[in-house]
């Protein structure tokens, strides 16, 4: 049994992409960084270093900190945490035992340049339905908790892009895009190397929903139905962003939890 200032691959696998997520912290050592840049799903990069400097901005968080075996670094850097307020649990066996064990890693090849602060920039039509919550939804959960999106006029997505240095998606002509087929989000969990069961039966539902195919899955036309009504509730795109993510929050714990659940009324008593 593990320690309590420790936790197992399998016990923080079953809390990533959820929004109660403790705060993922790479502290691995630029040498094995390089040997193999793919990172845990949302984790975020920290040197131990100057651990002492940044420890204080996770006050009052749930953290999980992963060096490459789970030994001086991660088990130091927590107990500095924990010093300054925060959580802090250290990954059993760190990034070695979560690969051996086959969990997601989120490969970096296509993660855009953060900026100053350490955020990815992306940009996206105003008025958003589907493929355009979907995303951000994905991103934030699974790939970078602090990620900024901009909704604007559709003529000025590309002209955004390159004035803020922020990455389009879901238009005609950019990388994350619609191919053939797929959905934005399917090229996503592609591209990021992000599929899991729970994820891809989620995929299925958002492609039916966003592409006008409800019969590729029976929730896609729920989805459809929530995400316009959701459409209609807000004017505020970034405030119906934040409504929508409870709604792939919803939908993920049950792509994941139980699909093998049903609900019915319950039949009489049977007299005798």
């Known amino acids: 049994m593990p320690a309590p200032t420790i936790v197992t691959p399998q016990q923080l696998a079953r809390r990533i992409g959820l929004p109660d997520a403790p705060v993922l912290v790479d502290v691995r050592i630029a040498e094995d960084v390089a040997a193999d840049p793919r990172f845990l799903p949302g ?95 994905l991103i934030r959960r699974f790939v970078d908790p602090g990620a900024v999106f901009l909704f604007v006029a559709p003529s000025e997505v590309a002209a955004v892009a390159e004035r803020f240095a922020a990455t389009p998606f879901d238009i005609e002509g950019v990388f994350w895009s619609h191919r053939g087929d797929l959905c934005t989000f399917d090229v996503m969990l592609d ?4 599929h899991t069961p729970a994820l891809d039966r989620l995929a299925l539902i958002v492609r039916g929903a966003d592409t006008a195919r409800p019969e590729l899955a029976p929730e896609a036309a729920g989805l459809l139905a929530a995400s316009l009504g959701l459409s209609r509730m807000h004017r505020d795109d970034l405030v119906q962003l934040e409504a929508g993510f409870a709604l792939y929050d919803a939908f993920y714990r049950w792509a994941r939890d139980a699909t093998d659940e049903t609900h019915n009324w319950p039949s009489p008593r049977t007299t005798v």
């Open 43 to 137: 984790a975020i990069r920290r040197s131990h270093q100057d651990v002492g400097d940044w420890a204080g901005a996770f006050a009052g968080r749930e953290v999980a900190v992963i060096c490459q075996k789970g030994l001086k670094l991660s088990q130091g850097v927590a107990a500095w945490l924990r010093h300054a307020g925060a959580a802090a649990e250290s990954l059993e066996g760190g990034f070695e035992a979560w690969r051996d064990a086959g969990l997601p890693l989120v490969v970096p090849k296509h993660v855009p340049e953060r900026d100053a602060q350490g955020r990815t920039l992306w940009v996206t039509r105003a008025r958003p339905k589907v493929d355009r919550i979907a995303c951000p939804w």
């Open 191 to 194: 591209a990021f190397a992000l």
